[in-house]
């Protein structure tokens, strides 16, 4: 990223609207006790699901790049041999996937040398949707997280696209930028190269740079616009709260963009500005501290990258790209409710349970019938668990798994939880009760498992107990409705 901020004022334009829907991925959370991972919901359905990007492949990328700086005097700078030998790399695999690759010569840059633009052969050529990040960094050092990221990140996406070859809906362009560094010329350069016209073709701009801050953020170039949404639906479907990317503001290479009127968005995770205590305690790392420490030095290796931002950036863009640009329609809600024999009325089927649990045992009352499923309770040490594979249909506008527990306890504490219940789907843990939530009376819970749509993934309950003192977790009238 650029280091000095432009002061000139943006002007864009309303793309066109977009159905935006949730990311069928799960979040990673390791909630306290008797609390929720919140799941918003943005947008109604769900188009063709996205592939996950690997981040081990965009790490691999990562390591390319550092090793051509370190054989080329150490950075990647415009005009240097180091950006040569970058721009080489990111194009041979580029044409050997399949994609028209062409480079554009900055004849005005500070460094005079090459941007390279690459279109997915498919899609109308008059609607095209654009990735974009600057190729180059500075001559301090091999800059990694500025910009190898946005680079790989945008690197992978593309071959992955050319790896599924889906049926387009609209053009897609990637373009590496050269000059970023020296006031954004090598993007300037290209916006001004283009016709009118040519300008009206491009849909949406979107700019990707330095997106693995190790003590990174979550920020989106013009958060609330239209052009934004597909970016921001899937991190909130990660609960990630983005916040708007005030730091990067007339920093990097959608600002040209933006002065021509065509409307841009993107991801970073931040640079030499500090990470705020609201920001660390939403999204953790350390406050007061730089979202990139490395920023502009030397130091700004592969070990100056979060690999956990890089992947949800990388996610991000494969979400955003096939929203906007992948056909497959928008498939129909089926709805209804998923989850078999939920009120265990009819024998164990289609659940695989601890011996014992599912059980129609008259000193604990079902809900609801005569069974249910009654976990721990023997006041020693034992794990018990409760388990269905559910298929969550995609193209829902909500998804609510609902359930009934009564817990039961002869623990006197008010402050431990010594004996646990917690609830998974898949490996993801969506909620924890204990001890703590003791009731004389069935509560219902409901949590929003949204960010499964389209999956066939394993419900779990676990209950865990201690060495003393028994706590029964008593669950009944499970059900995961889709509507």
């Known amino acids: 990223m650029r280091g000095r901020t432009l002061s000139a004022k943006v002007a864009f334009a309303v793309f066109a609207a977009t159905t935006v829907t949730l990311a069928a991925q799960p979040v990673t959370a390791s909630p306290p006790t008797a609390t929720t991972v919140a799941r918003p919901i943005a947008g109604s359905v769900a188009a063709l699901a996205a592939p996950d990007i690997s981040v081990s492949n965009v790490q691999a990328h990562l390591t390319q790049f550092n090793a051509i700086a370190t054989s080329n005097g150490g950075n990647r700078r415009a005009g240097s041999a180091g950006y040569t030998a970058s721009l080489n790399y990111v194009k041979t695999r580029l044409q ?69 070859n889906p049926t387009m809906t609209k053009k897609v362009r990637f373009a590496w930028w050269t000059d970023e560094e020296q006031g954004l010329n090598g993007s300037r350069f290209y916006v ?37 949404a597909p970016l921001k639906a899937y991190w909130d479907s990660l609960g990630l709260q983005p916040e708007e990317n005030v730091e990067g503001q007339g920093r990097s290479d959608d600002y040209y963009f933006q002065q021509a009127g065509i409307p841009t968005s993107g991801y970073a995770a931040g640079a030499s500005a500090r990470k705020t205590s609201a920001q660390a305690a939403k999204w953790g790392g350390t406050a007061n501290s730089a979202y990139d420490p490395c920023y502009h030095r030397s130091c700004d290796t592969t070990a100056n990258v979060s690999a956990t931002v890089l992947n949800r950036a990388a996610d991000g863009v494969a979400y955003a790209l096939w929203q906007l640009a992948v056909s497959g329609g928008t498939p129909s809600c089926t709805g209804g409710q998923v989850v078999g024999n939920g009120g265990f009325e009819n024998g164990t089927t289609p659940w695989t349970a601890s011996s014992g649990v599912i059980t129609n045992s008259s000193s604990k009352p079902a809900r609801t019938g005569s069974y249910k499923a009654w976990l721990n309770g023997y006041g020693s040490t034992r794990t018990e668990t409760l388990s269905q594979s559910v298929t969550v249909p995609a193209g829902c506008a909500s998804y609510t798994l609902s359930f009934w527990t009564r817990i039961d306890t002869a623990e006197t504490t008010t402050s431990t939880a010594y004996d646990k219940l917690t609830v998974r789907m898949g490996s993801t843990t969506l909620a924890t009760y204990s001890n703590l939530n003791a009731s004389s009376s069935y509560v219902q819970r409901t949590l929003n498992v949204a960010s499964y749509a389209g999956q066939t993934v394993t419900l779990t309950f676990t209950g865990t107990e201690d060495s003393s003192l028994q706590t029964s977790f008593v669950i009944d009238d499970v059900t995961l409705q889709a509507s």
Not at 97 to 124: D, F, H, K, M, R
């Open 192 to 228: 001004n190269s283009l016709s009118s016209t040519q300008r009206g073709y491009i849909k949406g701009y979107y700019n990707f740079d330095m997106v693995g801050s190790v003590n990174g953020g979550y920020f989106i170039n013009r958060v609330t616009s239209t052009t934004a």
């Open 96 to 164: 050997s996937a399949g994609y028209t690759v062409s480079e554009q010569y900055c004849s005005s840059c500070t460094y005079p040398s090459n941007n390279l633009i690459a279109e997915w052969p498919g899609g109308p050529t008059d609607q095209v949707v654009m990735f974009g990040a600057h190729l180059d960094g500075v001559s301090a050092g091999p800059g990694i997280n500025d910009n190898a990221t946005g680079s790989s990140v945008l690197l992978e996406n593309a071959l992955v696209l050319a790896a599924q």
